[in-house]
């Protein structure tokens, strides 16, 4: 019986040791994570791109062809020579961020980017988990008193013994 118990004991605490939320936080719903930092780098064929309106896939070309020239060719060169290209293009990277962010296409990627499971945020998911640990440390900490004999007072006498023999100690 205390073998039995003693293994549940270390088999719960191992189990419970390492229950730690792999999840990513929550993420800003107008900013997804699977969004450039820079539009204008991205291939025509990607398909990020592609959810973009007409009008800004057009805006996106005519960008980048502007860049290529400021940077004699080089799409992926820094800009800072040309600030007033610089600020449209950060410009037409938030516009084109939101659409996306907005867009049916990301919508229905992820319908509810909060939900850590059917009925469970992110965060109380969590706090599920931690009670579930609280409580499975508590009855492992029972468990163990009792598997030591801790668990319950001594059934001998609380008094003294007196020796009767009559010999001096």
């Given amino acids: 019986m205390k073998s039995t118990c003693l293994t549940v004991c270390l088999s719960t605490l191992a ?3 390492c229950a730690v939320p792999t999840h990513e936080q929550p993420r800003d719903i107008s900013a997804p994570a699977d969004c450039p930092k820079d539009w204008t780098t991205l ?7 592609k959810q973009l309106s007409p ?41 084109a961020t ?42 492992l900490t029972d468990d163990w008193n009792r598997f030591w004999m801790w668990g319950f007072p001594s059934m001998l006498s609380p008094t003294p013994i007196m020796d009767t023999s009559g010999q001096p100690r």
């Fill in 43 to 49: 291939s025509s064929l990607d398909e990020r791109v």
């Fill in 15 to 17: 189990l419970t040791a």
């Fill in 98 to 139: 939101q659409w996306y962010a907005t867009s049916a296409y990301a919508i229905l990627k992820d319908p509810s980017p909060e939900m850590y499971s059917i009925s469970q945020t992110h965060d109380g998911g969590d706090r599920n988990n931690d009670f579930s640990l609280n409580q499975n440390m508590r009855i």
């Fill in 55 to 95: 009008e800004m896939r057009q805006e996106r070309c005519l960008l980048r062809d502007e860049r290529r020239i400021a940077n004699a060719g080089d799409v992926e060169k820094n800009l800072d020579g040309h600030p007033e290209l610089k600020s449209k293009i950060d410009d037409f990277n938030r516009r």
